[in-house]
């Protein structure tokens, strides 16, 4: 039997069986409020008996019956569990609506026995004489409560089982409504019933001014609740968010910590290290609030393509290289293969220049011109020194880049170091 | 954290003026203790340059009560401050900065590159924007030239004003104001794409003075485009 409920109530038998069983009302199954089914399943008894005897002291305890049952129902916590519901008065289809369940043998059963037993409850207490005028509206106010406590019950059941259709919806309402009305229409009678009709207004009056002066004690002191209510729910989502940060940054940057303090001797890991941490929580921080064009994953845009190639050179080969782009446009086919010449040339600016300091990488989207140079202040080099069969510049950059109807410049920048300018014309689809 | 003392000890008031290369009192405002005693410790390699560091500040209004203090030719500013940000700094700093002598100015040193962050302390009032990952040179460097009244642009800076110039392509009504001229544009992408202020200068074949006026004009449109462009690019982005 699982256990849900964190609490036993004072009144509940202590269970003597090692494995310590918990009371609970049962949420299956249940007539009223699970309570017989819940204590048949904690005493190990049979339901009916559990039924039988609340009846018995129901009619012939006076009331005591009635008092049990609703302290149960009240201090006793909801439960999932039991034996699935084929006592419910409703069955669950395939298709998800509830419909009535044809009656078994048990059911018809225990309807025979409350019949009877509401037959010698009215026979005792003649509801026909004088103390029947306070006995119907208590019938009728008692009525309503149930049906309110038990949608109460369904409410919080219904945090468990998510599968609450429009029907269920609507008959929940339905069943809140009812359990009002029966309550107002109870003590409506009452009152009528007590007093003369003649007196109605003067109850209504003195019941209102009641009202109105309690809503006035309380008031302030409700409203103040709500709000604490509504703060405190804020500091549990900041707390929350908090916590997610907190997690992060413990997974991620501890980590990293850890590898760099295994790698000190290590510079060019170290630096590789933590320039890998910073970008991600780099990316982490202020990616949300960013500019809107960073957010799509997979680099669909120039902009994306770009830094995430730059990411990928920086993190193989350990130099840092800094991105500015401007503008954006999606990728195609050219811009792809730009892409490829500009990574090459990255490849190359890290190898070759890295130890002059970072790389810097610029792309700029003007009209249909895409504009990539990369840079490093290294030594710099000689297009027209390298060997013929050395193919990774001419091919892989300036090939490339012809091939696909762009250009491709090497120069040596003022101060030392190479830059490599791609230029590339958009397709003109893409405009 | 009450560094604010050190200003007691120093005995001269203000930088010889005309922009020589005398000593520069700066006040350094960020909250993390360990950034300015790491920034400390950069300047003071470079000593002879003359850089002091006269005060320090981790929040707002630590930073507000210095700076009125100690009256510093720049300020280091962080653009992430508990109790306002740099922004608020600028905003209450206001009328030291459109002094007449001895204004003091802001130079806004980030380790967030978020476009707003950028923008934001720009049109506040900060004549300049560099990133932590500055070396200890180009800051010293950067804080002569933000004294000098010229703006420092660092590439990302750079990157940020071309987008918000570039990406709109109708000229509104007060162009000759709001747009950058071919020239200016040219510097920018040059300063993106990581060259110093001289290398510019040799590339264009024009002096590193003009190419420091270019920059400050652009610094100037940057801060009086609140009408155009850059309100649309920031509502575009939701900057605003």
Redesign the interface.
């Known amino acids: 039997m699982p256990v849900a409920a964190a609490t036993r109530p004072p009144h509940a038998p202590d269970a003597d069986d090692p494995p310590q069983r918990k009371l609970y009302r049962s949420a299956d199954g249940r007539m009223l409020g699970g309570v017989a089914r819940g204590l048949a399943g904690h005493l190990g008894l049979p339901v009916g008996w559990v039924r039988l005897a609340f009846l018995l002291l129901f009619m012939w305890g006076d009331g005591l019956g009635v008092l049990l049952y609703a302290a149960f129902w009240v201090f006793v916590p909801l439960g999932v569990g039991g034996r699935a519901g084929h006592r419910s008065f409703f069955e669950t289809l395939p298709d998800g609506t509830r419909r009535l369940r044809k009656p078994d043998r048990g059911q018809i059963t225990a309807l025979v026995a409350l019949f009877i037993g509401a037959g010698i409850f009215i026979s005792k207490v003649q509801l026909g004489g004088e103390s029947g005028r306070y006995v119907w509206p208590t019938l009728l106010v008692g009525a309503g409560v149930v049906l309110v406590w038990r949608q109460a019950d369904n409410a919080r059941r219904a945090h468990w089982t998510t599968a609450a259709g429009r029907h269920g919806r609507l008959f929940q309402a339905a069943r809140a409504l009812a359990g009002v009305a029966l309550v107002g229409v109870g003590l409506t009678v009452f009152i009528v019933v007590r007093g003369s009709a003649a007196q109605l207004g003067n109850v209504l009056t003195a019941t209102l001014a009641v009202l109105v002066g309690v809503a006035l004690l309380a008031g302030p002191w409700l409203i103040r609740m709500t709000q604490d209510l509504s703060e405190e729910r804020l500091m549990r989502i900041r707390a929350q968010e908090r916590a997610e940060v907190a997690a992060h940054v413990h997974d991620s940057v501890l980590h990293t910590l850890t590898l760099i303090q295994r790698n000190a001797e290590d510079a060019g890991e170290v630096r590789r290290l933590a320039r890998a941490q910073e970008r991600e929580l780099r990316n982490w921080l202020y990616k949300p609030e960013g500019t809107g064009k960073d957010e799509a994953e997979e680099p669909a845009t120039l902009a994306e393509a770009v830094k995430k190639t730059a990411a990928e050179v920086e993190d193989h080969h350990g130099v840092p290289i800094e991105v500015v782009v401007v503008g954006d446009c999606p990728l195609d086919e050219k811009l792809g293969a730009q892409i490829q010449a500009a990574r090459e040339a990255m490849v190359n600016a890290a190898k070759y220049g890295g130890e002059g300091g970072p790389v810097q990488v610029y792309a700029e989207v003007e009209g249909q011109t895409v504009f990539v140079s990369v840079r490093d202040r290294g030594p710099g080099f000689d297009i027209d020194a390298v060997p013929e069969d050395r193919m990774g510049v001419r091919e892989s950059i300036i090939g490339r880049m012809q091939r696909n109807g762009g250009t491709a410049r090497l120069r040596s920048a003022p101060d030392g170091g190479t830059e490599v300018e791609l230029e590339m014309e958009r397709a003109a689809n893409a405009a | 954290m009450t560094e604010a003392g050190e200003n007691a000890g120093t005995g001269e008031t203000g930088g010889p003026p005309g922009g020589s290369r005398g000593r520069v009192r700066v006040v350094l405002v960020d909250d993390h203790r360990m950034f300015r005693t790491g920034v400390q410790a950069e300047i003071g390699e470079t000593d002879r340059t003359g850089v002091e560091v006269v005060g320090e500040a981790a929040d707002v209004d630590q930073a507000v009560t210095v700076i009125t203090a100690t009256r510093p030719e720049v300020v280091l500013l962080d653009v992430h401050l508990p109790g306002g940000g740099g922004v608020e700094v600028l905003r209450r700093c206001a009328p030291l900065m459109a002094a007449a002598e001895n204004p003091v100015r802001f130079l806004a040193l980030s380790v ?5 962050d950028v923008i934001g302390v720009i049109r506040g009032g900060a004549r300049g924007y560099v990133t932590k ?1 500055i070396t200890g040179t180009d800051l010293v460097d950067s804080v002569f030239r933000v004294q000098d009244g010229d703006a420092v642009f660092s ?2 800076l ?2 940020f004003v ?2 918000a110039f ?2 709109t392509d109708a000229p509104p009504v007060d162009e000759d104001l709001d747009r950058l001229t071919q020239r200016e544009r040219e510097v920018l ?1 040059l300063i ?5 202020y ?2 510019i200068a ?2 264009l074949f024009i002096s590193v003075k003009t190419v420091e006026s270019h920059v400050s004009a652009v610094l100037r449109k940057l801060q009086l485009s609140n009408r155009h462009e850059l309100t649309r690019w920031a509502t575009a ?2 900057l605003v």
Do not use: I
């Open positions: 967030s590159d978020a476009a707003e990952t590439p990302r750079a990157g071309l987008d570039a990406s992408r993106a794409r990581g060259y110093a001289k290398e040799k590339q982005r939701r």
